[in-house]
């Protein structure tokens, strides 16, 4: 099984709302990570977790808060967001980080429209 | 830091063309290097990859050759499909493995 499962699909939500994103892989990888991604755009790093533990951060506002479960499931809990934040959710899987020459594997993301 | 400069796009080609998408890096040490294909509505997925200067990456009719002397990892295939119409990246991992650095994509539009 090669898959990152991503839900749900599309969201849209309002800015006084609260909703979390769901990931999850069954690849036996160590380390999982979250792009955003806007249209015509490439994706950008937003967080990376190894072995469960939040190990970058790109700086992100904290309205978005992720969080590790365990080895096989990534949450993106989101909260006030803006009309800005709409845009594609990628979450993406590797063997472990600093696993130099791995590939990443990603879902088909979450399509996120903010109003 | 880290970059990746990929052409502008978008490409459009005709069924049975040649396709050359260029890609140049500038990075420390020895990153790997990726193509990233992204079909319509869809994540992105692996298309190649080469971990050392020489190594030639290849899948499905693409080919790339990492290029230290030139730092760059140009996208081949002999004879394009509509089937591979989709936006293309170049990618580094950087040396460490932490972070992927990804071009900016080059659209493909292929006729038939």
């Known amino acids: 099984d090669t898959e990152v499962t991503q839900t749900p699909k599309h969201l849209v939500m309002g800015m006084t709302n609260k909703k979390s994103l769901k990931c999850e892989q069954h690849m036996g990888h160590r380390a999982m990570y979250w792009y955003k991604q806007k249209a015509k755009k490439p994706p950008e790093l937003m967080f990376v977790?190894?072995?469960?533990?939040?190990?970058i951060n790109e700086s992100v506002p904290s309205r978005f808060s992720p969080e590790c479960p365990n080895s096989s499931l990534l949450n993106l809990h989101l909260h006030a967001l803006q009309p800005e934040d709409s845009a594609l959710y990628l979450c993406a899987s590797s063997r472990q980080k600093g696993d130099r020459g791995y590939e990443q594997y990603f879902g088909p993301g979450t399509r996120l429209t903010v109003t | 830091g880290d970059s990746v400069t990929q052409m502008e796009g978008p490409v459009t080609l005709s069924e049975e063309a040649f396709l050359t998408i260029n890609c140049t890096y500038t990075a420390t040490g020895y990153p790997s290097l990726f193509w990233y294909v992204q079909y319509p509505g869809e994540g992105l997925q692996l298309l190649l990859k080469?971990?050392?200067?020489?190594d030639k990456g290849s899948n499905k009719g693409f080919e790339a050759t990492y290029r230290k002397e030139t730092t760059s990892f140009h996208l081949e295939k002999g004879s394009v499909q509509v089937s591979d119409s989709a936006v293309y990246f170049c990618?580094?991992?950087?040396?460490?493995?932490?972070?992927?650095?990804f071009g900016a994509g080059t659209r493909l539009f292929v006729k038939a």
């Open positions: 080469a971990t050392k200067a020489d």
């Open positions: 977790y190894s072995y469960e533990k939040l190990s």
């Open positions: 990618a580094l991992q950087d040396t460490g493995g932490f972070k992927t650095i």
